[in-house]
Antibody, heavy 118, light 110 residues
């Protein structure tokens, strides 16, 4: 298990780009799938996508045209970019880690509320 | 892709047992492992069951998981309910296209 600390802008206007970053502390950066998950108000969790240490990404099909997840291995950080946001993208965004060879997210960031409003 | 369907809410009294279901819409429930997360208000989720029925260290044995191929569903059971079990519970699985969460179930301990 590692410690994740995330940050980014919390208020956006429609059509802007959401950008969040997550820093990884206290463990193996190369041993995980690094993931972004969101939760709209009063709703369940929604997997957005993930990246492995080699930089290979997988995205939720319905978001694929707007999302990118990237790594900065020099800083042990990974980032989320979501373009052309609308009110439907308003949610708490979590970064999370899933250890390679396991099946569950054992490390979570604290969550960032992102509100999209004109 | 597939959908995982959970009841929106369940409630039970302290000391009783409650079971939360998670039904997979397509593909076999047994083809990919199912995980369960607990989420208390204002907090990030934490794992309570992984690989269908495995319990991480630190999770009480009051929590148990199972799958039922006949109903294509997974279940989380919590016995000896305590007030601190009141939370949202989310199931999660995967296929070759990515990872999927259920809609979450709010457990109220009356």
């Amino acid at each position: 298990q590692v410690h994740l600390q995330q940050w980014g802008a919390g208020l956006l206007k429609p059509s802007e780009t959401l950008s969040l970053t997550c820093a990884v502390y206290g463990g193996s950066f190369s041993g995980y799938y690094w993931t972004w998950i969101r939760q709209a108000p009063g709703k369940g969790l929604e997997w957005i996508g993930e990246v492995n240490h080699g930089g290979s990404t997988t995205y939720k099909a319905s978001l694929k045209s707007r999302v990118s997840i990237s790594l900065d291995t020099s800083k042990n950080q990974f980032s989320l970019s979501l373009r052309s946001v609308t009110a439907a993208d308003t949610a708490v965004y979590y970064c999370a880690g899933l250890w390679l060879g396991s099946y569950y997210f054992d490390s979570w960031g604290q969550g960032t509320l992102v509100t999209v409003s004109s | 892709n597939f959908v995982l369907t959970q009841p929106h809410s369940v409630s039970e009294s302290p000391g009783k047992t409650v079971t939360i279901s998670c039904t997979r819409s397509s593909g076999s429930i047994a083809s990919n492992s199912v995980q369960w997360y607990q989420q208390r208000p204002g907090s990030s989720p934490t794992i309570v069951i992984y690989e269908d029925y495995q319990r991480p260290s630190g999770v009480p044995d009051r929590f148990s998981g199972s799958i039922d191929s006949s109903s294509n569903s997974a279940s989380l059971s919590i016995s000896g309910l305590k007030p601190e079990d009141e939370a949202d519970y989310h199931c999660q699985s995967s296929d070759r296209t990515g990872r999927v969460f259920g809609g979450g179930t709010k457990l109220t301990v009356l």
